[in-house]
């Protein structure tokens, strides 16, 4: 059993930086009290850790190969755990964001090197067996955050979802540290640091503009000037990547159908999938007055759905074009959000998010599996390891541009209901119905793309399935 402990070090750190996307959810309502914070606050919570996520993805692959993946994951796991740490111990909300915002750097640095280190440690058949339980523990991460949320901040108060964090890391690095394998370092990596600079400009100032303008109108001076910035930022890292040396991705990856119909898909999956659940908890417990478990288990159709699918559709998805369980997928989480948007009213109960939660679950189980495998055969084989960042990055993209999109729209419908004279329920209600529909449209939309774009590569076969399925074409990420 000694070979597994490198899959156990490399799981333990997966699931703690996955789980923490979705684990603050079902505790903002306490938060909130606890710390006397605006509703804007709760968005930046969430936000600014998928934000540093999605922007610290791709420098964390190039810092991998030039310290080695091994010591940049334990320094991540250690920063994780400081952060954590911190969090549980913020005194105000701004603490409590800027503590998550560390975090994110900690997990963009276990992130970026979990794949390599699992290909770097197995061979054959372990290896197969090493991505399937790797790839079902990523799956089933965050969507098992509002669970454990919910009986954390119950049982322990919401510091408890933070410093749950502290002991796992500690063992994951103490493993990590004896059993993962030393890697030689690559002097020719280099860090793109004005590309990064201008992707994490262009992506914090379109959030702020969008967490603003729903806050305060979108012909706000600080909204426009911020969607203003991030148009230039995004111009400037255009000009940054076309020029660089080493760049951060590769333009010319862009212009490839496939590849870009993956990235779009994979930010649209994120966003119609989990991007709600934030809403969804506020609603559960601050208007239904469920407890934060009770809270959390409301959501468990989704998680135990999504699971269930990924573990089986794992299996077999790799004899279908990778278009067809994406694709499908997608449109299978369209129909739960559209079903979400019909059965979510005034006068609902908990109740009425099963049946929407448990398609939604069977949707993400069908893309998990082969959004990163399909990413990386869709370009050539020596930008394999580019391409798995660039795709992990748009799914963090989606989520905190999601958070940030319907928290605007779900704020605009609660104050225009509640302006006019309806309850907070009817308000939360209808808010939920409008973010509910934009979250179909994205997936259904994501569906389209992926099917028109997205071609079996010419230029790279995956490996051959084995015990993993379609994860074992994930491989090509580390090297």
Same mark, same amino acid.
């Given at each position: 059993m000694r070979k597994w402990l490198p899959l156990v070090a490399i799981c333990l750190g997966a699931f703690i930086l996955l789980v923490d996307v979705t684990i603050v959810n079902v505790a903002l309502p306490r938060m909130a009290s606890d710390l006397d914070a605006p509703f804007s606050s709760l968005q930046w919570v969430v936000d600014i850790y998928a934000l540093a996520l999605a922007a610290l993805l791709m420098v964390a692959g190039s810092l991998g190969d030039l310290f080695g993946h091994r010591r940049l994951y334990a320094a991540g796991l250690v920063l994780f755990a400081a952060a954590s740490l911190g969090a549980a111990l913020s005194p105000n909300a701004a603490a409590l964001i800027t503590a998550r915002g560390v975090q994110g750097f900690g997990g963009a640095a276990m992130f970026a090197t979990s794949a390599a280190l699992v290909a770097m440690t197995y061979q054959g058949r372990d290896r197969g067996i090493a991505f399937g339980v790797w790839g *079902? $523990?990523? %799956?089933?991460? *965050? *969507?098992? =955050?509002p669970i454990l949320g919910g009986l954390l901040t119950q049982g322990f108060g919401w510091q408890a979802i933070f410093l749950v964090n502290l002991p796992i890391a500690a063992v994951a690095v103490v493993i990590a540290l004896r059993s993962l394998p030393v890697q030689q370092r690559r002097g020719a990596a280099r860090l793109d640091l004005p590309g990064?600079? *201008?992707?994490? @400009?262009?992506? !914090?100032? $379109?959030t702020y503009a969008l967490i603003r303008g729903g806050d305060n109108g979108w012909t706000d001076g600080l909204t426009l000037a911020a969607f203003v910035v991030s148009a230039l930022a995004v111009a400037g890292f255009v000009l940054v990547e076309a020029r660089s040396a080493h760049p951060m991705i590769e333009l010319g990856l862009l212009r490839r159908p496939s590849f870009s119909g993956l990235l779009v898909g994979a930010l649209l999956y994120q966003a119609a999938a989990f991007s709600g659940l934030v809403y969804f908890s506020l609603w559960l417990q601050n208007v239904l007055g469920l407890s934060p478990i009770r809270g959390g288990l409301a959501l468990m159709p989704m998680a135990g759905t999504a699971f269930v699918v990924a573990a089986v559709a794992g299996r077999m998805m790799h004899r279908?074009?990778?278009? $067809?369980?994406i694709g499908v997928g997608l449109f299978v989480i369209g129909l739960g959000c !559209? +079903? @979400?948007a019909l059965t979510v009213h005034a006068s609902s109960g908990q109740s009425s998010v099963y049946a929407g939660m448990t398609v939604i679950g069977a949707g993400v189980g069908l893309v998990t599996p082969v959004l990163a495998a399909a990413a990386v055969d869709a370009v050539p084989p020596q930008k394999a390891g580019m391409a798995g960042g660039a795709m992990n990055t748009a799914r963090q993209l989606g989520m905190t541009l999601g958070v940030a999109l319907f928290g605007a729209v779900f704020t605009a419908r609660l104050?225009? $209901?509640?302006?006019? =004279?309806?309850?907070?329920?009817a308000g939360y209600a209808s808010g939920l119905d409008r973010i509910s529909v934009y979250a179909a449209v994205a997936g259904v939309v %994501? !569906? @389209? +793309?992926?099917?028109? +774009?997205?071609r079996p590569s010419r230029e790279a076969a995956p490996e051959p399935a084995d015990a993993s399925g379609a994860f074992s074409a994930s491989v090509p990420i580390s090297e």
């Open positions: *079902a $523990v990523n %799956g089933a991460a *965050a *969507a098992a =955050g990064a600079a *201008a992707f994490t @400009l262009a992506t !914090a100032a $379109v279908y074009p990778a278009r $067809v369980p !559209a +079903l @979400l104050r225009h $209901v509640t302006g006019h =004279g309806g309850s907070p329920h %994501g !569906a @389209l +793309l992926v099917w028109a +774009l997205v």
